[in-house]
């Protein structure tokens, strides 16, 4: 088929690579415009999809928009079959949803109408659920609203986002290529209309660890927001990125956000938690035992 390939973060690229394996024609790849990053933010850095898309000798076009009339001819005059979309992040217009032969095709991270939105791998975690998965969605113009073609599913356990997203991008990329591989075999079939949740994009602010809440919420957190933001606490001034954790089922006396032994063990609202992997400000990722060598942290000690 001619395609139209549109995504922006690594989740998007193991797509883009099943395609063209897969021998269809990308006649073009969109992505979001570069932004500032690199070194101290000086430099404009290409997102992961545009990188591997020239790697592939693949044009890109990184509109910062696609509501302009022109933007949207230039789009119609590609004459695509289809367009198939991971994580792009702009909104795609109707006359844009509408001007491939078979419309645009979005690979999305959860198992719909469960986590519509921005941060459907994040938000599965936090929120417990046993499982997730990947589906192959006919996009319309709502939010993830669109019937899906093909869905797999994989259990959450103790996965961090990080090792999700990479799972679910390999699901994906199968995904699309079994759908374009004969899509009348995979008819679109409409969402319930029960059961829907919306995955909030994720903000910085919700990144700082409130100890008043349970060990298990907390753990879930620490997985939902690593690699990134990275759940974080303050001891001594300094702030720590905590990456992964484990949860203890007792209630130790002291207090919430207050260490419990030397081993950096700290109360929660509801049992505790014990630090295994840190990170701080400046430094790279280490055990938290290997942190306490050089930076101890006293049973008793507040955490802000």
């Known amino acids: 088929m001619r395609i139209v390939f549109m995504g922006t973060p690594d989740f998007a690229v193991p797509t883009l690579d099943?395609?063209?394996?897969?021998?269809?024609?990308i006649v073009a790849a969109y992505s979001q415009p570069a932004r500032p990053g690199g070194r101290r933010g000086r430099e404009l850095v290409a997102s992961p999809v545009q990188r591997r898309a020239e790697a592939l000798g693949i044009a890109v076009r990184t509109p910062a928009s696609l509501k302009g009339a022109d933007e949207q001819a230039a789009f119609a005059a590609l004459n695509a079959n289809v367009g198939v979309v991971a994580a792009y992040g702009l909104i795609l217009p109707q006359t844009v949803l509408d001007a491939p032969r078979h419309g645009c095709l979005n690979v999305h991270g959860s198992l719909l109408p469960r986590w519509r939105g921005a941060a459907p791998i994040q938000r599965a975690i936090m929120a417990g659920d046993a499982e997730t998965g990947v589906g192959i969605m006919q996009m319309e113009a709502g939010l993830d609203t669109g019937p899906v073609r093909l869905e797999a599913r994989t259990?959450?356990?103790r996965k961090t986002a990080g090792e999700l997203t990479t799972e679910l991008a390999?699901?994906?990329?199968?995904?699309?290529?079994?759908?374009?591989?004969?899509?009348d075999a995979h008819p679109p079939v409409?969402?319930?209309g029960d059961g829907v949740t919306y995955a909030a994009k994720i903000s910085k602010a919700e990144a700082k660890i409130d100890w008043t809440r349970s060990a298990t919420e907390i753990e879930r957190m620490v997985r939902g927001f690593n690699p990134m933001p990275g759940?974080?606490?303050?001891?001594?001034?300094?702030?720590?990125?905590?990456?992964?954790?484990?949860?203890?089922?007792?209630?130790?006396?002291g207090g919430e956000g207050v260490t419990v032994d030397?081993?950096?063990?700290?109360?929660?609202?509801d049992g505790a938690i014990r630090p295994t992997l840190v990170q701080r400000a400046g430094r790279g990722v280490t055990s938290a035992q290997e942190m306490l060598r050089g930076f101890p942290v006293s049973s008793g000690t507040e955490l802000a």
């Open 231 to 253: 759940a974080w606490f303050e001891v001594a001034g300094e702030r720590v990125k905590l990456l992964a954790a484990d949860v203890l089922p007792f209630t130790f006396p």
């Open 262 to 269: 030397a081993a950096l063990t700290i109360g929660c609202g």
């Open 190 to 192: 409409p969402q319930p």
């Open 170 to 183: 390999q699901m994906g990329a199968r995904l699309m290529v079994e759908v374009l591989a004969d899509m």
């Open 18 to 25: 099943a395609l063209v394996e897969a021998g269809h024609e």
């Open 155 to 157: 259990p959450i356990a």
